[in-house]
């Protein structure tokens, strides 16, 4: 059983940064692809960012140029360093792992494609 744990979120100003971590306990996240979701109030759950396990990273439109995806194995931690943050950001923040499968699997499969999840950090960012 893989435990995924989430931090770092808080309250920011329109334009500033924050650095979500994931701590995961269990297996390596050598083997996993490890994503980032986020959640607004009423709006479905979606994808960040993810971290393949080649190293390979991908971010949805809406995170690209802004948002940095990164991965410490040795620590097991899995990073989203958030800058230029717009109050479209403010959401619920989930770390997601999917075992055994590639990330470009899971862009098509879906997010059932992810077996674990953390319970959420929030960001909320203010105008």
């Known amino acids: 059983q893989v435990q995924l744990v989430e931090s770092g979120g808080g309250s920011v100003q329109a334009g500033g940064s924050l650095r979500l971590s994931c701590a995961a306990s269990g297996p390596t996240y050598s083997t996993y692809c490890m994503g980032w979701f986020r959640q607004a109030p009423g709006k479905e759950r979606e994808g960040v960012a993810t971290f393949d396990r080649d190293g390979s990273t991908d971010y949805a439109d809406s995170a690209k140029g802004r948002f940095t995806i990164s991965q410490d194995n040795a620590k097991n931690t899995l990073y989203l360093q958030m800058n230029s943050l717009k109050p479209e950001d403010t959401a619920m923040y989930y770390c997601?792992?999917?075992?055994?499968?590639?990330?470009?699997?899971?862009?098509?499969?879906?997010?059932?494609?992810?077996?674990?999840w953390g319970q959420g950090t929030q960001v909320t960012v203010s105008s």
């Open positions: 997601a792992a999917a075992p055994g499968v590639s990330c470009y699997f899971t862009k098509y499969a879906g997010l059932g494609t992810y077996q674990y």
